[in-house]
């Protein structure tokens, strides 16, 4: 069955409701990311006396007030008018974003895919299986919004900073050397490669059991969920790790997962 990932169009967003033209369950913001399967037909059905086009979707929110509901996913029906179609071509590197603010879902799908694209596309020795990938882009979700030029405090180098917020800042910053950009993803990847085969030392095998070597994790096929526990306790190391946070990385990660499969890129 064909897939199609979507997102909110309209800058005022759009209602999900629970069938076509049937009643509102919730409002989604602009940008948020939707997949829809060919085998759910859409409905030309009017409501408050206009025409629409709607479609059954699979959608991923972040609702209430708790910074943990991060990537709830549900299903319900939205206008095709108030979506568009997210491009099967991949992004490239001048397409990805790098500014430290608070991105929508869309926006962070280009760095994903970027990111995704990155890591499969190295040699067979050093090539991430995808889920290790997607559990690292979960992580990736919540610490920085996925962009590389993400500050937990602006400018504060004793703060987390880049995709995966180096605490302190400075851990990563220090090691640029004249001319590089401290956004450049590819940088920032490299920087993650290089803790793979042990150049800087980031990695806590022992933070979670059974043990597993940062070289082992980016060649598991582990489920997406329990590699995303991993990377929080092993690479992220939070001084206290909840049940909350191991949930919110999970939920990233399966996100990222059905986001990328629906798309072609794993």
Known sequence: MAK????VSSSSGVNVRDAAAGNKVRALFQGTLMIHD???APVKKALNGTTYTWLKVTYYYKGGNDAYLYATKETGWVTEENT????TTKPSKSSVYTEDKSYKQNER?????YICNYLRSLSSDIRWSVNAICAMLGNMDAESGMSPGSWEETNNKD???GLVHWTPASKYLNTLSTGQSKTDIDLQLKRILAEVDGTYSQWAINNHSPALSFKNFTQSVKTV???AEYFLRCYEQPTRVTENSVSERSRN???WYDVLSALGDI
């Open 159 to 161: 703060k987390g900073y």
């Open 4 to 7: 199609t990932v979507l997102y």
């Open 109 to 113: 799908l280009v760095n994903a895919r």
């Open 225 to 227: 969920k329990s590699l």
């Open 253 to 255: 990660a399966q996100k």
């Open 38 to 40: 060919s085998s759910d």
């Open 84 to 87: 568009a179609k997210v491009s």
